[in-house]
């Protein structure tokens, strides 16, 4: 019994990392989205008084830092699990 599921058990371990095998860069997206929602929490829960700022106030950059940070992590996942890999840049030759 504990033979079938030590096998089992190895399997799937090695399934998760042949499908993750060349996909690093999905590790990235994770820490980018994680960092998007610390920054977009953080700024959502400052203290400021909006009507005696006007609509600019404190909360704005972090607000669009961090909305732009998800906007990255998602892409660049989306990126990844659809096959997109780095294309190596061009041989540059010296004339």
Do not use: H
């Not at 999905?26 to 929490?41: E, K, Q």
């Not at 830092?65 to 906007?71: I, K, M, R, S, T």
């Not at 989306?78 to 190596?88: A, I, K, N, Q, S």
Request: proline share 4%; glycine share 12%; net charge positive.
């Amino acid at each position: 019994m504990t033979t079938e599921k030590t096998v089992t058990t190895e399997k799937t371990a090695t399934t998760a990392k042949s499908v993750l095998r060349g996909r690093s860069e999905l590790g990235v997206g994770a820490v980018l989205f994680l960092l998007g929602v610390l920054v977009l929490t953080d700024a959502l829960t400052l203290d400021a008084d909006i009507a005696g700022r006007g609509p600019v106030g404190p909360a704005t950059v972090p607000v669009l830092v961090g909305c732009g940070l998800l906007v990255v992590a998602v892409l660049l996942t989306v990126d990844v699990l659809r096959g997109g890999r780095e294309r190596p840049r061009a041989a540059r030759t010296s004339t």
